[in-house]
């Protein structure tokens, strides 16, 4: 027996090894933990639970039956982030390059299956020279089932991926797929074709950081939501994440205590909008000022800066918070702002997280390069995603909520619970120099008479009572109180139940 319990320990000591140590100094070299390194920053202590640790290929082509690494290239298990239950997988680069075998696959499949199945969340680390060569056409298909079980698990559990090194080719599609993608600045990447076959098909020469580096996707194509600058202030953030997540979507996110008291009265909101109607302020720091304790997980904020998006917590409870920021493109929707936001509603509304939407937009980016990259269709996801969300909808109209971009924006008309406005609200078809504009085109030539009239509309309109007399808006509000409302609503829409009507799916303009 002794010698059965030592032979099971040397085993699992050769199988923790890997690549072995050269290929683990090698990764070590470049900046990585390894996989196993990670799982450990990842959960909490002594609490992942491996699974398939003996696992190896079958292939028997390139004289691969001489080379077999128990695990066969990925860390598959569950443990805990404080406390709570996850699935991982984590892809251990000194093996193959971490590259995906039909086992490899298997084994990722495995632990994705369970997690549906237990209705717990799974986060991928992706470090992967993509499908493993000698396998062919094998490797390829176990790529395929990854993707089929990310549609299958999609809107039922959060699923995480954290790219920590390559990622190319088709390897790409499952964390595309996947609710959220972080990375390490760096030393990941993400592309579908790599620098050498740019350079062969279209002549232009870039670098790999170039074209699918951290910066890159966070900051112009949008594919990641945030980077970090290396492996451990990335999985420290992940496990911050975790935190304002539910397991699944029959359940809500946990409740944290909190020191924030719940009726604190925010002076300083009174005095935030400037006097000035085409002066930028920072919405950034009104919602701090909402928010528990400042605690502000803020999703893509390099990519689409005129919308904000991220998780807080009011009272304890997990919030999902939709910003238009007036310092960015004056707070204007566009293409990339809406298909961002609508994205940020959709996963909000599917795992029942409530919404605060924080309104100052003084409409759509109007231009050749928006109607032509088809904001029309864009700017619908956005208003698509609201109008179809049942979760409590909270709104406040800080400012300027015009034209479309004020249906869009959480209104009344879109189901949303409770709409309120500071008394600095301005509520419009449009500005008034633009209407002004319009209405009164005879008198173009009369500075003194336009003046006149766009004080008039301005009167008439750049105030929230209007709005608040066709029973738009539920209240005009002082923006101090602006917590201790929002606080008071989302009790007071605990119990909302709300359904849609039955279809098999919706058709989102995609
Ligand atoms: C088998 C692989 C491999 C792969 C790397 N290795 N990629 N083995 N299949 N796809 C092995 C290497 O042979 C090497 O083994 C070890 O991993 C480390 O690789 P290096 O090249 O030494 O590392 P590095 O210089 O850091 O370069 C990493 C890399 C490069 C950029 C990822 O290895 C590379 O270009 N690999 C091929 C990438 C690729 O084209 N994959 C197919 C993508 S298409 P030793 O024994 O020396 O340590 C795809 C289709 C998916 O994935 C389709 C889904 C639908």
């Known amino acids: 027996m002794k010698d059965i319990l030592e032979r099971l320990e040397e085993k699992r000591a050769e199988a923790k090894l890997g690549g072995g140590q050269r290929r683990i100094d090698a990764q070590h070299a470049k900046g990585k933990l390894t996989a196993r390194e990670r799982i450990d920053l990842l959960l909490d202590e002594e609490s992942f639970e491996e699974l398939d ?25 569950s443990g805990t982030i404080n406390g709570r239950l996850v699935y991982v997988y984590a892809q251990d680069f000194t093996v193959f390059g971490g590259s995906l075998s039909a086992t490899h696959a298997q084994k990722i499949l495995k ?5 549906l199945k237990n209705r717990v969340p799974v986060i991928g680390l992706s470090d992967s020279g993509g499908a493993r060569i000698q396998e062919g056409v094998a490797a390829l298909g176990g790529y395929a089932d990854i993707f089929q079980q990310n549609v299958l698990a999609s809107g039922v559990i ?14 790409v599609y499952s964390p595309a797929i996947t609710d959220f993608i972080f990375m390490v600045k760096n030393t990941s990447y993400m592309f579908v074709t790599g620098p050498d076959v740019v350079k062969t098909v279209t002549n232009e020469i870039v670098s790999q950081e170039e074209l699918g580096g951290a910066v890159t996707h966070t900051s112009k194509s949008g594919v990641a939501d945030k ?65 528990d304790e400042g605690d502000f997980f803020e999703m893509q904020p390099d990519y689409a800066a005129n919308i904000i998006t991220g998780f807080a917590r009011m009272d304890g409870e997990t919030v999902g918070i939709v ?33 605060i939407t924080l ?12 109607e032509y990259g088809g904001i029309i269709k ?88 209007v709005a608040a007399e066709h029973g738009f808006l539920d209240e005009v509000i002082l923006p101090r109180n602006s917590r201790k409302r929002i606080i008071r609503g989302l009790r007071m829409l605990a119990n909302k139940d709300l359904q849609n009507p039955w279809k098999k799916h919706d058709n989102i303009p995609l």
Request: aromatic share 10%.
């Open 227 to 291: 980077a970090f600058d290396n492996d451990v202030e990335c999985l420290a953030q992940i496990r911050r994440f975790f935190d304002f997540l539910p397991l699944h979507n029959r359940e809500k996110a946990p409740q944290r205590p909190t020191f924030d008291y719940d009726e604190r009265i925010e002076q300083s909101l009174d005095t935030i909008i400037p006097s000035n109607p085409n002066k930028p302020y920072d919405m950034r720091e009104v919602i701090l000022k909402l928010i």
């Open 53 to 77: 640790t003996f696992v190896v290929h079958r292939c028997h082509d390139f004289d691969m039956e001489k080379n077999k690494v128990a695990g066969d290239g990925v860390v598959t298990g």
């Open 359 to 370: 309104v100052d937009v003084p409409g759509f980016l109007p231009g050749t390069a928006q």
């Open 111 to 115: 632990v994705m299956d369970m997690a």
């Open 158 to 171: 959060p699923q995480i991926s954290v790219i920590m090194g390559p990622c190319a080719g088709g390897a």
């Open 378 to 465: 864009h700017g619908a996801k956005l208003l698509f995603a609201y109008g179809e969300a049942t979760v409590p909808k909270i709104t406040i109209i800080t400012r300027k909520a015009y034209g479309g971009a004020y249906d869009v924006m959480a209104s009344k008309h879109l189901r949303g619970d409770l709409n309120y406005a500071w008394p600095t609200a301005e509520i419009a078809v449009m500005g008034a120099k633009g209407a002004v504009e319009i209405l009164y085109r005879k008198d173009k030539g009369d500075p003194e008479l336009l003046a006149e009239h766009s004080e008039k509309y301005e009167d008439k309109f750049a105030n929230p009572f």
């Open 323 to 355: 910003a238009n920021q007036p310092m960015v493109l004056a707070g204007c929707l566009d293409i990339n702002s809406s298909k961002k936001a609508a994205r940020f509603v959709r996963f909000c509304d599917a795992f029942s997280i409530p919404l």
